[in-house]
T-cell receptor, first 114, second 114 residues
Framework: DTGVSQDPRHKITKRGQNVTFRCDPISEHNRLYWYRQTLGQGPEFLTYFQNEAQLEKSRLLSDRFSAERPKGSFSTLEIQRTEQGDSAMYLC????????????FGEGSRLTVL | AQTVTQSQPEMSVQEAETVTLSCTYDTSESDYYLFWYKQPPSRQMILVIRQEAYKQQNATENRFSVNFQKAAKSFSLKISDSQLGDAAMYFCAYRNQGAQKLVFGQGTRLTINP
């Protein structure tokens, strides 16, 4: 399967702990996106990479959040000192150079903060 | 800031019938793209159909078609001959031309009754 893969699929953590999510995009896609989706809502944009460069960040991405894409391939999203409000589905998506608006999404990483 | 509104949290339709999902958006831009994405239960989101704002002709993809009313800022999705596999959350989304961020609506949960 050559789709977007995310790991872990589910993460339960205690408040105050750090968590990291990994996304492996479709191999030929140079653009990578992170979105957050809370229950009953549509996805909200967090950040965007073109190759290894992080070109756009949402105000939703507080100082506790950091995303990287060190070699322009996989990406990680780290949340430090988690809060209950961070509980959500974290979606990764990728697209190719000729961006026509079609994002290819992974199945998401669901975070539950107790 | 652009906003997308889906006023129907839930819709249901009999199998083989036609259903229309509503979406309105707010923007001051003239060049943009509109999308409908489908999110089946526990599966990744996929693109259903895309519309460029500069095109007057409504997009069509097999059983899926849109009614794009630019002046009214309305973008509805019509699903003909509904099938059980169409059951999912449907999200309307907006993107400015040249931008990377997608702005999603709250979603409509579509149920297909056999």
């Amino acid at each position: 399967d050559t789709g977007v893969s995310q790991d872990p699929r589910h993460k339960i953590t205690k408040r105050g702990q750090n968590v990291t999510f990994r996304c492996d995009p479709i191999s030929e896609h140079n653009r990578l996106y992170w979105y957050r989706q809370t229950l009953g809502q549509g996805p909200e944009f967090l950040t965007y990479f073109q190759n290894e460069a992080q070109l756009e960040k949402s105000r939703l991405l507080s100082d506790r959040f950091s995303a990287e894409r060190p070699k322009g391939s996989f990406s990680t999203l780290e949340i430090q000192r988690t809060e209950q409000g961070d509980s959500a589905m974290y979606l990764c998506a990728s697209s190719s150079d000729r961006f026509t608006g079609e994002l290819f999404f992974g199945e998401g990483s669901r975070l539950t903060v107790l | 800031a652009q906003t997308v509104t889906q006023s129907q949290p839930e819709m249901s339709v009999q199998e083989a019938e036609t259903v229309t999902l509503s979406c309105t958006y707010d923007t001051s831009e003239s060049d943009y793209y509109l999308f409908w994405y489908k999110q089946p239960p526990s599966r990744q989101m996929i693109l259903v159909i895309r519309q460029e704002a500069y095109k007057q002709q409504n997009a069509t993809e097999n059983r899926f078609s849109v009614n794009f009313q630019k002046a009214a800022k309305s973008f509805s999705l019509k699903i003909s001959d509904s099938q059980l596999g169409d059951a999912a959350m449907y999200f309307c989304a907006y993107r400015n031309q040249g931008a990377q961020k997608l702005v999603f609506g709250q979603g409509t949960r579509l149920t297909i009754n056999p």
